[in-house]
């Protein structure tokens, strides 16, 4: 059995080398891996905003709060925005009219999607016109396209690469012809490795389950696109252009492992995945840079974390908060314990309490789990709590 991928897959992490602050022995590797500040509104200190779609701009059917005015805001002051998105199925209009939906201002130029990525990552292994067999639907078809790629029927028109992508089209002929082709030399190459699809009755087959099964019959390892991989960030970036971006997600361990991999500042928000819970607990690979509730966060400051001593201990303070993580657990100073199963925070504490379970995690073997972490209720600087 081919094993499902848990990293990047060998020719794309020699493409990309290991990211500096994940080498052993890199003396940046703590500061790296922190919480930052920014004085400015995060709009106005960034230039391109990289952003996730479910979970951060709408969720499922359902709308998430504050979205509109965090999107659109940011592009108020001055901010590109790219809707950044492991979706391979969905063409970038049906994208702007889903955020047209939830009132996000955005034009089909503003999508990257997962099927774009592989098409840009084809690219550079295939010339211009070059004959490829899709696995998958219009989407990606139209991606290829796009991109220059002659789209062919059948294993017998010898294409050059077989590309997968989720479609709920995909069936076990579609499967075996694009066998055909990788069989006869084509480069298999996968939209995204995400082994589930989550569905209203639970988790579904996504493509790299799908993208598992045609590798099982072929013994070859594909190239894969999408997040967690660093090179959708950055062929996003490269097509967008700009300077200073902002990777902005829900999911620690896509959009941040993509962001940190690809170098590139993350701001978490918790209108998804994980949650503030998860955010204490995240390894250095997935630690976002920037933590707010939700897209406000794009147009206000961030105080700067910093470390602070006094009568000799040790405690991260952010702005008037301050919290120490030991081997006695979480404490607020004038607070005292959190020795509840959950607590309600103000917003500066849950980023003070972030940088201090991860100190302590990074002093203790990576671990704080022997600790009570307790599921965290963020109130927005609004309305503290
Ligand atoms: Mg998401």
Redo the contacts with the bound molecule.
């Keep these: 059995m081919w094993p499902l991928p848990v990293g990047p897959p060998e020719t794309e992490r020699s493409m990309m080398g290991t990211p500096h602050h994940l080498r052993s022995g890199s003396s940046d590797s703590r500061a790296a891996a922190f919480l930052r500040g920014s004085e400015r509104p995060l709009a106005a200190a960034y230039d391109v905003a990289l952003l ?5 701009c709408f969720a499922g059917d359902a709308r998430v709060p504050y979205a509109a005015e965090g999107a659109n805001g940011a592009r108020e002051l001055g901010m590109h925005l790219v809707f950044v998105t492991n979706n391979a199925s969905r063409a970038p209009q049906a994208v702007v009219d889903k955020l047209a939906d939830n009132d996000i201002v955005a034009s089909p130029g503003e999508v990257f999607s997962a099927a774009m990525d592989a098409a840009a990552l084809l690219h550079e292994h295939l010339p211009d016109g070059a004959p490829v067999f899709v696995i998958g639907g219009d989407g990606l078809r139209q991606a290829l396209t796009d991109e220059g790629f002659a789209v062919v029927a059948s294993a017998e028109d010898a294409p050059a690469a077989v590309v997968q992508g989720w479609d709920p089209a995909v069936d076990w002929a579609m499967m075996s012809e694009g066998l055909y082709a990788i069989a006869n030399g084509a480069l298999h190459v996968a939209t995204n490795l995400d082994a589930t699809l989550p569905t209203e009755r639970g988790f579904a087959l996504g493509n790299g389950s799908l993208v598992a099964a045609v590798a099982n019959a072929s013994g070859r390892k594909p190239l894969a696109g999408g997040k967690p991989f660093p090179g959708i960030y950055q062929r996003a970036l490269r097509r967008a252009g700009g300077a200073r971006p902002l990777a902005i ?3 620690l361990n896509t ?1 941040h492992v993509g962001a940190r991999a690809a170098d590139i500042p993350g701001l978490h928000v918790l209108t ?2 994980s949650t503030a819970r998860d955010v204490l607990l995240a390894t250095p690979e997935e630690r976002p840079t920037f933590l707010h509730t939700d897209l406000r966060g794009l147009l206000q400051p961030h105080p700067e974390p910093r470390r602070t001593t006094s009568d000799g201990d040790s405690w991260w303070q952010v702005g008037d908060e301050r919290w120490r993580v030991t081997a006695a657990g979480a404490e607020g100073q004038g607070v005292g314990f959190l020795d509840t199963a959950s607590a309600a925070v103000s917003l500066d504490a849950y980023r003070a309490l972030a940088c201090a379970f991860w100190d302590y995690a990074d002093a203790h073997g990576g671990r704080a789990d022997d600790l009570n972490v307790p599921e965290l209720h963020v109130g927005s600087q609004e309305n503290n709590v």
Aim: hydrophobic letters at 25%; proline letters at 0%.
């Design positions: 996730d779609l479910d979970g951060v997600g829900d999911r959009d998804g995945v």
